[in-house]
């Protein structure tokens, strides 16, 4: 707290020189932070003390690292048995506050998915759905975050032994007295983000001559359980894959832009060509990924190529003049081109 107080009394100085005899303190900031922000902070005491100051100590930094994320675990470093120490920190240290929000979430899924297919699935089915393998490892990690609702975010933020300066976080920065609730982030802000992306997974999917479900928080964490023909003779396994990755990369992305922009930019919005080009590039570079783990050399982790194939029918560009295996081809793209907006001013 000490810190923090003496970063944010010093805004305008280049050089701050911190004197402490705290090796908590000390280790935490110096030689632990790597470490902390490469595993999300799992099982650290004092969490959102210490991303808040790290978060001030670095805006005073002219070039801020890339590998910065004070939000979520670098995947690559989630082990097992951390992501055990997670789901044990999630729901049994965060105490009876936060096992009632992660249950509410479940319920609103649970809810939802009956809705659409009849059946209310166990939470056990909702937590296997959101490892699913089409989805990939960090969209996974914030699924199921959000799925314990555990983001601090929104109403995690106004705590009665907060400063009020702390309070206000629970506000999205970019609409004026709305709080910034994840259903706030993914559906309604008004920053170029959620509806630009929402807009693009849109044109898409309904490329491939499919009908769209506006993505809403409870079918965005569900996308790996519900099925996408409304036929339930008629299967339809591409749509499905095409589906759990379309919203799940697509949602992920949403959450990442937001991230930059609140901690990294200082909350300065991204324009709505960047927004699209990050889109796309994100769609794109899955599409080859794909292509990439359909070789012999994955063994067991191959893809198929007509699982490839079929996820991807319909939504490439200049698609019939491609050949009709055309992972070899390289090169191929997702149909839909940049978005051209009228130039302002
Ligand atoms: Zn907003």
Request: charged share 30%; proline share 3%.
């Amino acid at each position: 707290m000490a810190v923090l107080e003496a970063v944010r009394d010093n805004q305008g100085s280049r050089n701050l020189e911190i004197e402490s005899d705290l090796c908590y303190t000390i280790n935490t900031l110096m030689k632990n932070l790597r470490n902390l922000e490469d595993t999300g902070y799992i099982g650290k005491a004092n969490r959102e003390l210490i991303q808040i100051t790290v978060a001030k100590i670095r805006e005073k930094e002219e070039e801020i690292p890339r590998e910065l994320k004070l939000t979520g675990a670098k995947l690559s470093k989630l082990t097992q048995s951390l992501a055990y120490k997670a789901i044990r920190e999630v729901t049994l240290k965060k105490g009876k506050h936060q096992r009632e929000r992660s249950k509410r979430m479940i319920n609103v899924i649970q809810n939802h998915v009956e809705e659409v297919l009849g059946e209310i699935p166990t939470e056990e089915r909702i937590w296997r759905s959101i490892r699913n393998k089409d989805i990939s490892q960090q969209a996974r990690y914030y699924l199921w975050m959000t799925a314990h609702d555990t983001y601090c975010i929104g109403t995690h933020w106004p705590k009665p032994n907060y400063k009020e300066e702390l309070q206000q976080r629970s506000e999205c920065t970019h609409c004026h007295g709305a709080i910034e609730d994840m259903s706030h982030i993914l559906s309604r802000c008004e920053t170029p983000g959620q509806e630009e992306i929402w807009d693009l997974a849109r044109n898409l999917w309904m490329k491939t001559g499919r009908t769209w479900t506006q993505p809403w928080i409870r079918n965005i964490i569900a996308c790996a359980l519900t099925k996408v023909s409304e036929d339930k003779k008629e299967r339809d396994p591409g749509g499905n894959w095409l589906w759990r990755i379309l919203i799940s990369e697509s949602v992920y992305l949403i959450w990442k832009l937001r991230c930059e922009r609140v901690i990294q930019n200082g909350n300065t919005p991204f324009s709505i060509q960047e927004v699209s080009n990050r889109w796309l590039t994100m769609i794109n570079t899955r599409l080859e990924l794909d292509c990439d783990m359909t070789n012999e050399s994955l063994g067991k982790r191959k893809l198929k190529m007509k699982v490839v194939l079929k996820t991807w029918k319909g939504a490439l560009r200049e698609e019939s003049r491609l050949p009709k295996n055309w992972i070899k081809t390289g090169g191929v793209l997702v149909g839909i081109g940049p978005r051209h907006h009228q130039e302002e001013g």
